[in-house]
């Protein structure tokens, strides 16, 4: 058990703590309500980008802080880091691939709102909000294996990431969930006190995902969830973790048990890893 007195759950959110299908997070409602209750800093790391995250979280005030497109961007308190690339840098990477490849290939910073709802299943103003990306770019494609390996060729000989989410490939940079929960983590210590008012030194990380693309966030972590994906049951471990959880359920509803069961034991092992104060 980490000697740590305060807690931080970092959370995927497609198809971990929100429905793939709704996009729903209402089954992770009692674990979520529990969080709330003891002021654990809750941290979104998602592939999504920082517009859908702001959004997201004026209407539900879910998060403490923000982490964006794979780990591109880092936002706390209203201060948003930017680690990865720039755009033009993406879209020269996406263009070379797109030459390269014998599929078809559009993406969320080349099309029209309408076909990333389409894609995606999400409203038209959600939708342009999933194009107003930074530091990343979704692939709208149907690859064969080859052409996967020639695209992650690409991008790596410029010193790009081709990152398989829940539902896309996305050209990212070098920096990835597990970089900027380090980075997170180091900006909550600015923050955050413990309960007797003194900076807090290490934090118990709890991070729960679902896909390839949260492995370095779960490695980080001193307690890693892996939701199973919907309708295909459990499946694998994704890593070697000296304490991976394997959900009961997809979605928010394993989301909710498994959390609440590293909630149960954290807390009734240590009463004062429960409240930190911002």
Not at 12 to 37: I, K
Not at 163 to 169: A, I, T, Y
Not at 180 to 197: N, P
Not at 208 to 217: E, H, T, Y
Request: net charge negative; proline share 6%; with cysteine.
């Amino acid at each position: 058990m980490p000697e740590s007195r305060a807690i931080v759950i970092f959370t995927d959110l497609d198809g971990t703590l929100l429905d793939h299908d709704t996009y729903s997070w209402e089954d992770a409602r009692p674990a979520l309500d529990r969080v709330n209750l003891l002021s654990i800093p809750l941290i979104a790391v998602s592939s999504k980008t920082l517009a859908e995250l702001e959004h997201i979280n004026q209407n539900a005030e879910l998060f403490d802080g923000l982490i964006a497109e794979n780990g591109g961007i880092v936002s706390l308190k209203s201060a948003m880091e930017q680690h990865g690339p720039s755009s033009e840098t993406i879209d020269m990477v996406r263009e070379q691939i797109r030459s390269a490849i014998h599929v078809p290939l559009r993406s969320f910073r080349t099309v029209e709102p309408e076909i990333i709802a389409a894609e995606t299943g999400l409203s038209l103003d959600d939708a342009i909000r999933a194009g107003q990306r930074h530091c990343s770019d979704p692939l709208i494609w149907q690859p064969s294996a080859q052409d996967v390996r020639i695209a992650r060729t690409i991008a790596e000989q410029k010193g790009l990431n081709l990152v398989k989410g829940g539902r896309f490939h996305t050209i990212c940079g070098p920096s990835n969930k597990g970089h900027a929960m380090k980075r997170m983590l180091e900006r909550l210590a600015v923050f955050y006190r413990d309960m007797s008012g003194k900076p807090v030194k290490r934090f118990t990380t709890i991070a729960l995902g679902d896909s390839p693309n949260d492995i370095p966030m779960l490695a980080e972590a001193d307690f890693a969830v892996q939701i199973p994906t919907k309708n295909r049951g459990r499946k694998a471990p994704l890593l070697e973790h000296s304490n991976l959880r394997l959900a009961p359920y997809p979605g928010p509803a394993g989301w909710n048990v498994a959390l609440n069961e590293i909630l149960d034991e954290i807390t009734n092992t240590n009463k004062n890893s429960e409240v930190l104060h911002g």
